[in-house]
């Protein structure tokens, strides 16, 4: 720790006045200044100890990513008609989690959270392997597995980003994505490529994999430990203690155990010391920032992108049993692990704008493409779409990474639940419209393409002036930094 000696008024004194000639003397406070190098040693002590809860995340969220990916196009040829309520009522589900978690999540434990939306997804998965043909039954199960979703997003972020530093707040809350790219990863390939000669169907194996990931999560809830900020929200000193032991191990050193814990202690009661209608107004340049940020990851895989894809590689190749549509998952997959990788040391803006600025250019190239060929009918032109689409995924991968920790950092603690939980059910919203609107029109990928080329291009100037760079940060200090009206600095 450093600690710097400052002459002058402390912040917030009042002054005292003394009827007297003889100068007054100066007063001095002690700042005390978190030292890096004991921030990195914090981290020494908590990242082996957070493995749990992000197990259980990082598997749920692949198998949510699976039934997500299956919305978007990705359930061909499984004998049930893929009608829009099919496609889109997962969302619904998330939404309605979502929103039931924005609630609770503040009252009741975050293993119960995943407990309860674990559960939720393997009843999914059951229905899956027992009625795998059957329309409505498949329907109801991805309504189940969405609400349970979205129980497990908004346990997920808020928890992680209480439980971890800063140095390593973008890596833990980043495996929310990751998973999802999984299980994106993991869908795209077994239907793209399943042979539909064969006994099982798509469904079925769909659900087996979900069984094995929600039992495997489930079994792994035990193990979680909650976050001290939680017990100390009740003024449950002795809980959230115990919760701070668990999660750090009883070697750990008394002065980085007492730092840490007053670092918790210190978030809590400066949030306690205002209201909540003053977290609230405080929050609206948060939300604008996360609105530009969060709601874009609808953007990085869309039901338009699965199809144009899809359309493409069958024009290109004459068949959809080629490699593009193999890479084109794979790409996702290894630009989310290039940017777990790098999130906590370059920092989530400097990759974010990486991406965005990627992301911008190669969605105004494709509505370019569609100019030429609306129909998709000529060869060049759709090999030239495969290819933007798989370089477009890559970036996609790296932008994503940083947007759980950014939405578990940006807002104060009494209105956090609340906010996240309407950011996240906006994306949800914004994959519905997709759903219901696209396809509507003679040329509709270009409309599609064309419009959010622009909105990624106007968030890419937004996001560079307004987003905060926060690796590095503790939550407390991280929250105030969302609160400037601009910060342009990127890294």
Same mark, same amino acid.
């Given at each position: 720790?450093?600690?710097?000696?400052?002459?002058?008024?402390?912040? +917030?004194?009042?002054?005292?006045?003394?009827?007297?000639?003889?100068?007054?003397? $100066?007063?001095?406070?002690?700042?005390?200044?978190? @030292?890096? /190098?004991?921030?990195?040693?914090?981290?020494?002590?908590?990242?082996?100890?957070?493995?749990?809860?992000?197990?259980?995340?990082?598997?749920?969220?692949?198998?949510?990513?699976?039934?997500?990916?299956?919305?978007?196009?990705?359930?061909?040829?499984?004998?049930?008609?893929?009608?829009?309520?099919?496609?889109?009522?997962?969302?619904?589900?998330?939404?309605?989690?979502? *929103?039931?978690?924005?609630?609770?999540?503040?009252?009741?434990?975050?293993?119960?959270?995943?407990?309860?939306?674990?559960?939720?997804?393997?009843?999914?998965?059951?229905?899956?392997?027992?009625?795998?043909?059957?329309?409505?039954?498949?329907?109801?199960?991805?309504?189940?597995?969405?609400?349970?979703?979205?129980?497990?997003?908004?346990?997920?972020?808020?928890?992680?980003?209480?439980?971890?530093?800063?140095?390593?707040?973008?890596?833990?809350?980043?495996?929310?994505? *990751?998973?999802?790219?999984?299980?994106?990863?993991?869908?795209?390939?077994? @239907?793209?490529?399943?042979?539909?000669?064969?006994?099982?169907?798509?469904?079925?194996?769909?659900?087996?994999?979900?069984?094995?990931?929600?039992?495997?999560?489930? +079994?792994?809830?035990?193990? =979680?430990?909650?976050?001290?900020?939680?017990?100390?929200?009740?003024?449950?000193?002795?809980?959230?203690?115990?919760?701070?032991?668990?999660?750090?191990?009883?070697?750990?050193?008394?002065?980085?155990?007492?730092?840490?814990?007053?670092?918790?202690?210190?978030?809590?009661?400066?949030?306690? =010391?205002?209201?909540?209608?003053? $977290?609230?107004?405080?929050?609206?340049?948060?939300?604008?920032?996360?609105?530009?940020? /969060?709601?874009?990851?609808?953007?990085? *895989?869309?039901?338009?992108?699965?199809?144009?894809?899809?359309?493409?590689?069958?024009?290109?190749?004459?068949?959809?049993?080629?490699?593009?549509?193999?890479?084109?998952?794979?790409?996702?997959?290894?630009?989310?692990?290039?940017?777990?990788?790098?999130?906590?040391?370059?920092?989530?803006?400097?990759?974010?704008?990486?991406?965005?600025?990627?992301?911008?250019?190669?969605?105004?190239?494709?509505?370019?493409?569609?100019?030429? @060929?609306?129909?998709?009918?000529?060869?060049?032109?759709?090999?030239?779409?495969?290819?933007?689409?798989?370089?477009?995924?890559?970036?996609?991968?790296?932008?994503?990474?940083?947007?759980?920790?950014?939405? +578990?950092?940006?807002?104060?603690?009494?209105?956090?639940?609340?906010?996240? +939980?309407?950011?996240?059910?906006?994306? $949800?919203?914004?994959?519905?419209?997709?759903?219901?609107?696209?396809?509507?029109?003679?040329?509709?990928?270009?409309?599609?393409?064309?419009?959010?080329?622009?909105?990624?291009?106007?968030?890419?100037?937004?996001?560079?002036?307004?987003?905060?760079?926060?690796?590095?940060?503790?939550? /407390?200090?991280?929250?105030?930094?969302?609160?400037?009206?601009?910060?342009?600095?990127?890294?």
């Amino acid at each position: 720790m450093a600690t710097i000696i400052i002459s002058g008024q402390a912040p +917030g004194a009042k002054p005292t006045f003394v009827a007297t000639s003889a100068p007054q003397p $100066q007063l001095t406070y002690i700042d005390v200044i978190e @030292d890096p /190098r004991t921030q990195r040693g914090y981290n020494r002590w908590t990242n082996g100890h957070n493995a749990h809860s992000a197990t259980v995340g990082f598997l749920l969220f692949t198998y949510g990513g699976m039934d997500m990916a299956q919305g978007l196009i990705w359930n061909l040829d499984t004998g049930i008609s893929s009608t829009p309520e099919m496609n889109y009522c997962w969302f619904i589900g998330v939404i309605i989690g979502a *929103f039931v978690a924005a609630f609770a999540v503040t009252h009741v434990p975050k293993k119960y959270f995943y407990l309860l939306g674990g559960v939720m997804m393997f009843i999914d998965a059951v229905i899956f392997v027992s009625a795998p043909y059957k329309y409505n039954p498949i329907r109801a199960a991805r309504y189940v597995g969405g609400v349970g979703m979205g129980l497990i997003t908004m346990a997920f972020i808020i928890h992680n980003s209480e439980v971890t530093l800063g140095n390593s707040r973008g890596k833990w809350c980043g495996l929310e994505q *990751f998973g999802l790219s999984l299980g994106i990863l993991i869908q795209v390939l077994m @239907d793209s490529q399943w042979n539909f000669a064969s006994s099982i169907n798509i469904n079925t194996a769909h659900g087996i994999i979900g069984i094995i990931f929600t039992v495997l999560a489930t +079994g792994t809830v035990a193990m =979680s430990v909650e976050s001290p900020i939680f017990y100390l929200r009740s003024n449950n000193e002795d809980a959230a203690r115990t919760c701070q032991t668990q999660l750090l191990g009883t070697n750990v050193p008394t002065e980085i155990y007492e730092a840490i814990f007053a670092e918790a202690k210190g978030y809590v009661m400066e949030s306690n =010391s205002r209201s909540f209608g003053e $977290q609230f107004a405080a929050s609206g340049m948060p939300f604008i920032k996360m609105l530009f940020s /969060r709601c874009l990851v609808a953007f990085s *895989f869309s039901y338009p992108l699965s199809a144009a894809m899809l359309n493409s590689t069958a024009v290109w190749k004459d068949t959809m049993y080629s490699w593009p549509l193999i890479l084109w998952p794979i790409l996702r997959f290894i630009g989310v692990l290039i940017a777990i990788g790098i999130v906590d040391k370059l920092g989530r803006k400097f990759i974010s704008l990486v991406g965005l600025l990627c992301m911008a250019a190669l969605m105004l190239a494709l509505a370019g493409i569609f100019t030429h @060929d609306p129909q998709m009918s000529n060869t060049y032109y759709m090999a030239e779409v495969s290819r933007v689409s798989l370089a477009f995924q890559i970036f996609a991968g790296i932008f994503v990474i940083s947007t759980p920790s950014y939405l +578990g950092e940006a807002f104060p603690m009494k209105v956090k639940p609340f906010l996240i +939980g309407f950011v996240v059910c906006l994306e $949800q919203v914004i994959h519905i419209i997709v759903i219901v609107t696209f396809g509507k029109t003679y040329n509709c990928y270009f409309q599609y393409f064309v419009g959010v080329g622009v909105i990624l291009v106007v968030s890419l100037i937004i996001f560079a002036v307004l987003m905060p760079e926060t690796r590095g940060m503790s939550l /407390r200090q991280a929250t105030d930094r969302f609160c400037r009206y601009f910060d342009v600095m990127s890294y």
